[in-house]
């Protein structure tokens, strides 16, 4: 009788965990689909703030599309496909296509906005104080990183919020989220005061210390008609040069704001036509090339010879060896870079300091370029080390036995058998360490900069690959050209498409011979 019991009882107990952990999912997907319906508002105003409807629209489409896969208990497929489709779409093929759009234009510096928003700045930074200027008293309020000046009309009273938009009617007290700077918050940021100006209607109101403004008359003026800008005290004319994006004078002169605008391939062609940029473009080419195949070559040369000797059965102390070629892969790669820097100082370098020699290893081009490639092989034979080993392990032992049956010696051996073997499972390896390797921005930026540097071509030195010197035109002293670095980044993607398509092709004709 027992025994009968107990069955229907036993069956009958996991019923209430089944519901319980049945309404917990449904607590998490609804909690889940509650946060993407909140992305989805917030993210709405900005849309429909700045007018791009498609944009909302397609934002509409894919908060519904996605609601309805998870509500509904069908498409299950899709549930786990969805999630990761949108995060590629998010990291890996929006950027691609940004950064590609981006090099068909001439962003950058002096040319990130409209024309409409060029002219203001054009128009606010001839502003100059004129006799009978309107006084205000002043205070400065900020809100986080944004600055706006808080001012009072003397005559009437009034008080406005002016910000980059221009004058907006406001409170004595400042708004909600705005504070007033104090004597030592301003001071810490005079320059950016200085700088600030609140557009208006013929000029623009200026700081005149920290609690006097002015509004000055701007001398450079818009003229719609001509489509010009116009010194009203010299008289000069700058019209504006949609090609360029650009208000250019009658002797060349260009004004230094200008606006984004479309440019086509003159991005790209500039790297073929212009003399001083095409010399630059071809030598770091080449160099790259020279490095990413010195260092992916000699870390796999080291790597694999040092597997190759700890693979012996004859060596001692083998897992000691193990562990202290493992050690340099196991640090910290930025700051060993670093430490590699400092080792190579000419004056108290541990190097020159140990050989009794004084070379300055970062000063001339072939002796930085020789310091970065041994960095880079200290840094990366680890590596290769450990999957090398793991190649040979898995090599069986009969070929190598087969081999010296046939009376053939340990080198031959090892070309014959175990060289194309370990091609055969290390070339996508070594394809990935190369194109790494081609990019390779920290091992080139934290131990040389890039230099030395040429006299007359402070942009590019003799050790720069081309993403060091693609981000010295991005973020250069000389100003930032975001398109004409988007565009040689599409030569970087296309240079390292290639050589990968091609070795790619090579592996699979050697693993048809030798499987």
């Known amino acids: 009788m027992t025994t009968l019991l107990e069955g229907p009882a036993t069956r009958a107990l996991p019923a209430p965990q089944e519901k319980t952990t049945s309404a917990l999912g449904q607590a998490i997907r609804i909690v889940l689909l509650g946060m993407v319906v909140a992305i989805a508002v917030w993210a709405a105003f900005p849309l429909v703030e700045g007018g791009y409807w498609a944009g909302l629209g397609l934002l509409g489409a894919a908060t519904a599309g996605l609601l309805y896969l998870y509500v509904t208990p069908r498409h299950v497929p899709a549930k786990y496909l969805v999630p990761g489709t949108i995060f590629l779409v998010v990291f890996q093929i929006f950027p691609v296509l940004y950064t590609a759009s981006t090099a068909f234009t001439n962003f950058g510096d002096g040319h990130r906005g409209t024309k409409a928003e060029a002219i203001t700045a054009i128009q606010t930074a001839s502003v100059t104080r004129v006799p009978g200027s309107t006084e205000y008293q002043l205070k400065i309020i900020t809100k986080g990183d944004a600055l706006a000046f808080l001012i009072t009309d003397p005559k009437s009273g009034q008080v406005s919020i002016g910000d980059a938009d221009g004058l907006k009617p406001a409170d004595a007290n400042p708004p909600a989220g705005w504070t007033v700077l104090t004597a030592g918050q301003a001071s810490a940021r005079s320059k950016e005061i200085t700088d600030f100006a609140v557009p208006t209607g013929t000029g623009a109101i200026r700081s005149s210390g920290l609690s006097r403004a002015y509004e000055g008359k701007a001398v450079r003026a818009f003229d719609p008609e001509t489509d010009s800008i116009r010194d009203t005290t010299t008289g000069k004319v700058w019209k504006a040069d949609p090609a ?3 208000f ?10 200008g606006w984004k605008v479309g440019v086509g391939l003159s991005n790209f062609t500039r790297v073929l036509t212009d003399d001083t940029i095409a010399s630059s473009f071809l030598g770091t080419l080449i160099w790259d090339f020279l490095f990413a195949i010195g260092s992916t070559g000699g870390t796999f040369l080291l790597g694999m010879f040092c597997a190759i000797a700890l693979q012996s059965t004859r060596m001692r102390f083998r897992g000691l060896y193990r562990v202290l070629m493992v050690l340099p ?21 541990l190097i020159n300091s140990v050989l009794g020699i004084h070379v300055d290893w970062l000063g001339t081009p072939i002796t930085a370029q020789v310091a970065v490639l041994l960095v880079q092989l200290w840094l990366g034979y680890p590596y290769m080390f450990l999957v090398t080993t793991g190649a040979l392990q898995a090599i069986p032992g009969e070929l190598t036995d087969a081999t010296r049956v046939d009376g053939a010696g340990p080198f031959q051996a090892f070309r014959a058998v175990k060289l194309p073997l370990l091609l055969v499972a290390l070339t996508p390896l070594l394809i990935s360490s190369f194109a790494f390797n081609f990019n390779n921005f920290n091992a080139i930026y934290l131990t040389t900069e890039g230099g ?3 006299a007359d071509n402070p942009n590019a030195g003799a050790t720069d690959l081309l993403i060091t010197y693609t981000y010295r035109l991005a ?18 993607f296309l240079i390292v498409a290639v050589v990968s398509a091609v070795s790619f092709r090579r592996t699979r004709a050697q693993e048809e011979v030798y499987s």
Do not use: C, E, H, K
């Open 248 to 257: 250019v004078a009658g002797d060349g002169d260009r004004l230094a704001q």
């Open 329 to 349: 892969y196991a640090m910290p790669s930025f700051a060993m870079l670093l430490v590699w820097r400092d080792m190579f100082n000419t004056d108290f370098g």
């Open 475 to 492: 973020f250069g002293g000389s100003g930032a050209q975001y398109g004409f670095a988007a565009a040689i980044s599409i030569f970087i």
């Open 244 to 246: 360029i994006g650009s």
């Open 452 to 454: 030395p540097f040429p």
